[in-house]
Structures are given as structure tokens and as C-alpha cells.
């Protein structure tokens, strides 16, 4: 069978074998009903509490700050949603290039009539421009709402987490951070970051699928998006997803044991493939600001478009190849990417998104890069 190689880590990781260990008794033995009073609930129970205390201490919250949810989408529907249902907030900013995890949730509540909404501008590198959001904040009457993601899962391109937070405490706006693609692959300091809501993923860092996390500061209350038992602390009803919980924090706990290794070398085959593809392809260019503040798992690249090229995904898939050509939400169904769109709406080239995990190595580049060679 043809060997495949994965450069879609951006779409979803492959589950590490730890992980799997540390969720296999939650799937077996392990499988008490964590509100039951008796001891095979107690059990689950504390498993879902230690999971809870670690997350909190890698991310340095509060543990009572963190709140387990199904996966990212439903983090930041929660708290977007709660920012303008229960905290107020009548304006919403948010940037053109968001997960629509974030997108359609806010056109929604515009739609809806419960907010005004403004997309903040962007640099032509893809970055949000700062001087225009504080003229949006500072133009805005009501109370509200920036929600702007920490690292682009499409371009790669990092936000300003600190200068976006200040900026909202100067003018008592709420600030939520889509920080899906950056949990498990960034040092976070929450306790000293100014921001209300992050969101979080644990398949994005080779944890499980169907489990996310949100974390709500301290100084905001909330009510609950799904209604029904008084599973979280009341904030999140519906029998808790145990084994996975486990997972997200086993999967976080190795992600931050071992980040500083895996990210050194991430980085360089980002770096590798950056520049073979310079040296090997006529017509390169990358999108975002992939050498500057951007994640090192991401690489956007734009290829002359040619009657061959316009076929590279389907082409590289026959090659085993898994890579994306824009968000993997929408992959597969051909409508193009709203992010590079928004940043390079260039109808000459095809766009490929490349994402890299630790489990990648240069041989793996050398081979995909020879066969976009023959592709392009
Ligand atoms: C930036 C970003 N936000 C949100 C999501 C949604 O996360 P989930 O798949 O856990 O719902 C994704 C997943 O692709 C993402 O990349």
C-alpha cells in the first residue's frame, strides 16, 4: 500500500498513543456516571476534576475558570453568544479572516438583530490592523464585543493577544480569543493576558475529537448555552464526555512537556519546505507572514495557476498526499477560501495549505516537494 504523508495537521491531529492510554479505563472499567454519588461516579468524577486542575495549571488560570465543552465550535458560540445575551454587548468586531466557527455565529446574532457588527481592517499581510480597531472601538457608543483569533488556521498568522486586550480594557470591551489552532502549541499566561474568553480543541494537538475547552476569567458571569443538568458548575449541561476530557489533558500535558523540542523542529521543516519550494518552483509565493509572528505549524502557499495546477489537491490525494486547500471545514466542498480571498484575491493562483505536526520529517517535505514539482 502507498505510504501516505500528512501535512494537514492544521485540520486535525493524529491521536497520540499516551493519550490513548490515559483514556482507555474511562472507556472500560472506568465508566461511572461522574454525578453519581456512589463510588464509581466519585471516581469519574475526580478524573474530570484533576483533568480540570491540569489544564489549569499549564494554562495558568483558576481551575473554576475552565470549562469542558464538545469541541471549539461550541466554546466560542458560548461565549459569544453569552457577550451579547448576558454581558450586554451591543457591537460586535471581528476580523474577515475568522475560523466560521466564529463567522457564522456572529452574522447570525447580527442577522438576528441582537448586535451590530464591524469586520476590523487587515494589512496586506494578513495581520489585523491595530490602529483600525481602536478607531472601531473608540467610534463605538454601546458595549462591545472584539472577538479575534489568536493564530489563523489557514495562514498561520499570529495576533497580538496582549495589544488586542489592552486595547479592549481601555474601552471596557469584552475580548474573546479563538485560540484553537494555539492551545497545546504556545505558552499561555492567562492569569497575566488581558482577555475574558479563549477557546480551545483538543484533537488540534493530538488529543481526542469531541472534546474543547473554554476558559471564562474569573470577573465574568455568564449564563449556560446549553441547558439542562447542572454539569461544569451549571455552565455546560449534558453528561460529561469523560474519556475525552482525559485525553485533552493528558495531550496537553505532553504538548507543554515536550513543546519546546517539537516546536524547534516544526519550525525548521516549515522553514525546509519554504525554501525548497523557492528553489524548486517557479511562481511561488506564500500567503500571511509566514517568516514573521506566525505559528510555526502552518504554511499557506500560492502556486501559478495552470491547467495542471488547478487539480494539485486531487492530484497530490492520488500521490497520498493530505494536504487542504483552505480551511478543512470547507474542503472538499470547492467554494474557495474566505481567508485567502480576503488577503490574496489573486485568480491566477491556487492555494495550498500545508500544516505540519511532530511527526513530520524532511524527507517527507523532499518527496511532496518533487511531486508539486511534477504537478505544477
Ligand atoms: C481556528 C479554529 N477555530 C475553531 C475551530 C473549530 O474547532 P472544533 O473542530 O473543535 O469545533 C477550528 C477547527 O478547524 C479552528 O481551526
Not at 2 to 25: C, G, H, K, W
Not at 74 to 90: H, Y
Not at 239 to 256: D, M, P, Q, S
Not at 275 to 291: A, C, H, M, Y
Request: proline share 3%; glycine share 8%; with cysteine.
Amino acid at each position: 500500500m502507498q505510504q501516505r504523508i500528512y501535512f494537514d495537521n492544521a485540520a486535525t491531529t493524529s491521536l497520540d498513543q499516551e493519550v490513548l492510554e490515559a483514556m482507555m479505563p474511562y472507556l472500560t472499567e472506568k465508566f461511572g456516571n461522574p454525578s453519581s454519588i456512589y463510588s464509581y461516579g466519585r471516581e469519574s468524577r475526580l478524573a474530570i476534576e484533576n483533568a480540570r486542575k491540569s489544564v489549569a495549571k499549564i494554562l495558568n488560570a483558576h481551575p473554576a475558570e475552565i470549562f469542558f465543552t464538545s469541541c471549539g465550535t461550541e466554546a466560542s458560540n458560548t461565549a459569544i453568544t453569552a457577550s451579547v445575551r448576558d454581558l450586554g454587548c451591543t457591537h460586535i468586531i471581528s476580523s474577515p479572516i475568522e475560523h466560521h466557527a466564529t463567522l457564522h455565529t456572529v452574522e447570525y446574532l447580527h442577522h438576528n438583530g441582537e448586535a451590530s457588527l464591524s469586520y476590523v481592517q487587515l494589512l496586506p499581510n494578513g495581520h489585523v490592523d491595530l490602529e483600525n480597531l481602536e478607531q472601531l472601538l473608540a467610534e463605538t457608543e454601546g458595549k462591545t464585543l472584539v472577538t479575534l483569533m489568536h493564530a489563523n488556521n489557514e495562514i498561520g498568522n499570529l495576533l497580538d493577544v496582549h495589544a488586542v486586550g489592552n486595547l479592549c480594557k481601555m474601552y471596557g470591551a469584552i475580548f474573546h480569543c479563538d485560540t484553537v489552532q494555539t492551545v497545546g502549541h504556545y505558552p499561555f499566561d492567562l492569569r497575566n493576558t488581558p482577555v475574558h474568553f479563549i477557546s480551545a480543541s483538543a484533537h488540534k494537538f493530538h488529543g481526542p475529537k469531541g472534546v474543547g475547552m473554554l476558559y471564562i476569567n474569573e470577573n465574568v458571569k455568564i449564563k449556560p448555552f446549553i441547558n439542562g443538568g447542572s454539569q461544569e458548575r451549571n455552565m455546560r449541561a449534558g453528561t460529561e464526555n469523560l474519556y475525552g476530557i482525559v485525553g485533552f489533558a493528558r495531550a496537553l500535558e505532553l504538548a507543554t512537556a515536550h513543546y519546546e523540542a517539537d516546536s524547534a523542529a516544526v519550525k525548521s521543516l516549515k522553514l525546509y519546505m519554504m525554501e525548497q519550494l523557492k528553489k524548486n518552483i517557479r511562481g511561488v509565493s506564500f500567503n500571511g507572514d509566514p517568516i514573521g509572528n506566525s505559528l510555526y505549524t502552518v504554511l499557506s502557499v500560492s502556486f501559478p495557476k495552470t491547467e495542471k495546477s488547478e487539480m494539485i489537491l486531487f492530484n497530490l490525494d492520488m500521490a497520498g498526499i493530505c494536504a487542504s486547500g483552505g480551511s478543512a471545514c470547507t474542503s472538499g466542498a470547492d467554494q474557495g477560501s474566505h481567508v485567502i480571498r480576503a488577503i490574496n484575491n489573486n485568480p491566477n493562483q491556487v492555494t495550498v495549505r500545508f500544516s505540519f505536526s511532530k511527526g513530520n520529517t524532511k524527507t517527507e517535505v523532499d518527496t511532496v516537494v518533487s511531486k508539486l514539482k511534477e504537478l505544477i
